[in-house]
């Protein structure tokens, strides 16, 4: 899985994403000025969850495991070893890194690439946001079905399951986090809840779902799972195989964390796909997000008549296939 490149250089790699324990060769391209730096310069690879570096160790080297590489005319070749499931970051500096008694005089780096690397058999799974209880007009939500269901492409969101009577019939048992009205001490209960109930031999999975009542307040809390596809059989698969998250979002209360432009977000379930969700928050969501988004505003056209049905419904092919292809373009 790779994330977020520097917009200077053009990297090269497994379209497959990245498996534990393989040796992976990388292709980075860069402009013709730049190459005397990269000659000269310095490559660095470092684990960079927040749990470990590549040698296993709590961070204890302030750039990373160094790596050997080779470059020909505007090329630089490089292998990698993913030696563990987590995120990593490899960065080019210009020159050689100072001792990390000087740390703080650090270079910026030319580029920098953020991949992480998965246990083989998870790289077939698609990561999919979803809500699973949202109320309409059909319960006792303040919104109709068809606005319901617009507003969940809006918040980026991959399926939905809207709230009625019907729906009350039990399916599988799972973990509910909801954070409707009261995140804080919501949050806080459901993991004291949960833990209490692991002490009692009860593994159950979890989902997040917001039980919104009203359009403006869906999106805040939902659910990220790991599955083969969106069919609500694969969607059932992954959840009872524990592959699921559930994640709540709200507002800083310390201005100094709202500054930094990323939303107060916690996420509880498995903790290898914990920190996946939060490795995908950080470089792919967001422009998943986006393409869903523009899916649903075509569809909003379509529903309230406002242009031709046939130019909305290339637009909404156009959208789908965006959004249906955007994790593969993600891995490759």
Known sequence: MRGKESAVCKVRYAKEGFAVGRNYPIIVKFPENLRAKVEGGFLSFLGDDGASDVNGDFFNKPVGTPIPFKVDGNTMRFEVKFGREQSYCMRLFEKKIPPETEAHKMPRPIAVLHVYALEIYLLSLVPLLGDF???????????????????????GLDFQSIWAEVC??????????????????????????????????????????????RIEDQGLSYTVVFAKSNSIEDVKAAIIARQSVAVAEFEYMDKTQRDFG??????????????????????????????????????????????????????????????????????A
Request: glycine share 8%; hydrophobic share 35%; proline share 2%.
């Open 133 to 155: 209880h949202i109320h309409s007009t059909r319960s006792d939500g303040r919104n109709k079905p068809e606005e319901v269901a617009l507003r969940c492409y809006e918040c």
């Open 168 to 213: 009350r019939r039990k399916i599988f048992n799972v973990y509910e986090f909801m954070t409707y009205g009261c995140v804080d001490m919501s949050i806080a209960r459901a993991v004291c809840n949960y833990a209490e109930l692991r002490a009692q031999g009860l593994h159950y999975p979890v989902i997040g779902n917001s039980d919104a009542h």
């Open 262 to 331: 990323r939303p107060a977000r916690f996420a509880f379930g498995e903790d290898r796909f914990v920190r996946f969700a939060y490795f995908l928050f950080g470089h792919y969501f967001s422009e998943h997000g986006k393409a869903v988004a523009a899916e649903g505003g075509v569809l909003r056209d379509i529903v309230l008549g406002k242009n031709e049905t046939e130019e909305n419904a290339a637009k909404l092919e156009k959208f789908a296939a965006v959004s249906r292809k955007s994790y593969s373009e993600f891995r």
